[in-house]
């Protein structure tokens, strides 16, 4: 029903940046929570970042003030800029939609590798 796509993983060095961007087909997705999750080998799935359908946003500990979640309902796409970036950022990221009633939907991933 929802389509999600997420694009900008890739290879940064440790305290360089990168810009993951998911874009959602099929439905609007303003209504619903969006974040990002993120799974190192060998380690659960853990939640990276969140933002709700008002904007609030909301971040785990190992990444507050380097990450910055964001989402433009025009055009129907949530964003993760990654600053200040850490080899243990390295992980599968995954945009995560969650409607208030309904199953979540889950995008493939993104790889991103951060190392000197």
Same mark, same amino acid.
Request: charged share 15%; aromatic share 10%; proline share 3%.
């Given at each position: ?5 997420? !694009? ?24 619903? /929570? ?24 909301? /971040?785990?500990?190992? =990444? ?18 990654? !600053?200040?970036?850490? *080899?243990?950022?390295?992980?599968? /990221?995954?945009?995560?939609?969650? *409607?208030?009633?309904?199953?979540? /939907? ?7 590798? =951060?190392? !000197?």
């Amino acid at each position: 029903q929802v389509q999600l796509v997420e !694009s900008g993983g890739g290879l940064a060095q440790p305290g360089g940046s990168l810009r993951l961007s998911c874009a959602a087909s099929g439905k609007i997705v303003s209504t619903y /929570y969006m974040g990002w999750y993120r799974q190192a080998p060998g380690k659960l799935r853990e939640l990276v970042a969140r933002v709700t359908s008002g904007g609030t946003t909301s /971040y785990a500990d190992s =990444v507050k003030g380097r990450f910055t979640v964001s989402r433009d309902n025009a055009k129907n796409t949530v964003d993760l800029q990654m !600053s200040s970036l850490k *080899p243990e950022d390295t992980a599968v /990221y995954y945009c995560n939609a969650a *409607p208030a009633f309904g199953a979540n /939907y889950w995008g493939k991933g993104t790889l991103v590798t =951060v190392s !000197s």
